[in-house]
């Protein structure tokens, strides 16, 4: 029984570590998408969505079943219960990036060619991702600290950005429309950033019992 137990531990763990690599390759479609959108990229974008959904689905079931059949230890409690928490940060970072890429094709302009800022959020964002998703394969607390602080450079840009864009609509009131598209891109990317640092969080979480929170 116990064999079983740490088998399912263990996929546990590579479910997770499988359901953060399709959160990377999606945030880096969005991201391509800023300058080189194309029909195949979204659909690209749309089958490993639905990837992520499908392993938040299976991640939830796992978790269950370890804690109705299971007895789990303490250590063992918090890893069950930081992957709950944390499958729903990453099928929400699947959501806003299939969001943003959904939503260039309806733009008169590309993203980049209104705020070149908004390509720099986009990478900022896409480097927060990865370094979650390694900080939990890791288990590197410091990793999960440079993800919580790096936050702030992404609200950074996204205060920036919609400073660009109250300039432009008052320049051009006609370019309203399009400049709102780009601001929610921006959103979406800023959205993006808060759930790695949730993830981040629930990675010291797992590893220490404190549960940090970033203001």
């Not at 089958?47 to 303490?74: F, K, M, N, T, Y």
């Not at 950033?193 to 969080?201: F, K, R």
């Amino acid at each position: 029984m116990r064999n079983l137990y740490q088998e399912q531990l263990q996929n546990l763990n590579q479910e997770l570590i499988r359901m953060g690599a399709a959160c990377e390759e999606i945030i880096d479609f969005a991201a391509k998408a800023l300058t080189d959108y194309s029909p195949a990229l979204e659909e690209k974008t749309a089958q490993v969505g639905a990837s992520i959904d499908e392993s938040e689905r299976a991640i939830e079931i796992l978790c269950h079943r370890l804690l109705l059949r299971q007895q789990p230890v303490a250590s063992d409690l918090r890893q069950i219960s930081a992957a709950m928490k944390m499958i729903t940060d990453m099928e929400r970072i699947g959501d806003q990036a299939e969001d943003i890429v959904d939503l260039i094709p309806k733009m008169e302009q590309r993203p980049q060619e209104k705020d070149p800022k908004l390509q720099e959020m986009a990478d900022a964002a896409k480097a927060m991702v990865i370094g979650a998703v390694d900080a939990y394969v890791r288990r590197d607390l410091a990793l999960a600290q440079k993800v919580m602080d790096n936050d702030d450079l992404v609200d950074s840009y996204f205060n920036q950005i919609k400073s660009d864009i109250i300039r432009l609509i008052a320049a051009n009131p006609d370019s309203g429309e399009n400049a709102l598209d780009l601001l929610m891109i921006a959103k979406y990317f800023e959205r993006i950033a808060d759930h790695c640092t949730n993830i981040a969080e629930w990675v010291v979480y797992a590893a220490t019992g404190d549960r940090v929170t970033t203001p």
